[in-house]
């Protein structure tokens, strides 16, 4: 991810953020700066560094937990998806629409904070027997400015990894400083254009030049850009991009990436199996920072409680 903004986001991404005090720490903190290393982490890097002689295959993610009455699921389809930011491919694909909210005032530490307006999105996924695609629609202006993406929208996915992690990147309520496991985060701010394929493989999870980085997390204030081959691809586009800036319409994101990848930092996705979803939006057009952006406080999620992950079944 580029150095100017992984440290506002590691605390903004995805649900929940730190108590005042926390935030002011891990804003200051260089970006090249890394914290002491979860049990979580060290075993993962730890797998990530061994040496193999044939490709590791990673088991399916942990198994979800038995669903709640009024837990949100959506079932993939099956589809073959062109990455091109044109959603007219996913036509027979079913979707979920989700509610995008402000984080909650009490959970920020603080009296005041800039909360995002609420939105809808449609969230959709579809499989192959080898490859998943993650398609995310929110109505909203065309706000896109190719030198400052935090003029421009910004989307997160994450998946929970571990059976227990918590939404707000791992983190668990009430206080968020204990983890309940790892989350697989798929981060994105537009630094290439509309069309263009962002993502591809890297020696590790950072897209330096389109910044759709693949990402992991145990808690808050410890997100990181995986260790090993990142293998995320994605395009975008808005529905109203010509009609030029602040024309109504649909920002449309496509994701892909391999069911299973080998890398213990990634949710891993089997035929038939389930995982637990959640995304994330940051407003272009929001207005509230220096510069006419997004702020850190302001994107809008689908998830705060356990209850509210999206249960994804992708197809056989």
Known sequence: MNGALRRPLLVAALGLALPA????????SDDDEEAAPTATQAATQAAASAPTSTPTVVPATAATPAAKPGVRSLKAGTATIALDGNATDWASVPGLEVALKPLPKELWGRDVTTAGKPMTATVKVANTATTAYVLVMVPDTFTYNPKNHNA???LAVEWAVDAEAGVAMGALK???????????????????GPGVLSGGKFPTGNDSKCNLDDEYATITDEREDDKIDSSLTGSWDHTGRAQGPEAPGTWV?????PLNTGD???????AGSTSRLAIAYWDGNEGRAKD?????TGHVVSAVDADEWIEVTFAK
């Open 253 to 257: 994101f496509e994701i892909a990436r």
């Open 21 to 28: 005090a926390a935030l002011l720490s891990a804003c200051s």
């Open 174 to 192: 009430p206080d968020l400083k204990k983890s309940g496991g790892l989350v697989d985060l798929w981060h994105w701010e537009l630094d290439c």
């Open 292 to 296: 006419g952006g997004w702020t850190d």
């Open 152 to 154: 421009s929208p910004a």
């Open 264 to 270: 213990p930092q990634d949710a891993q996705f089997t």
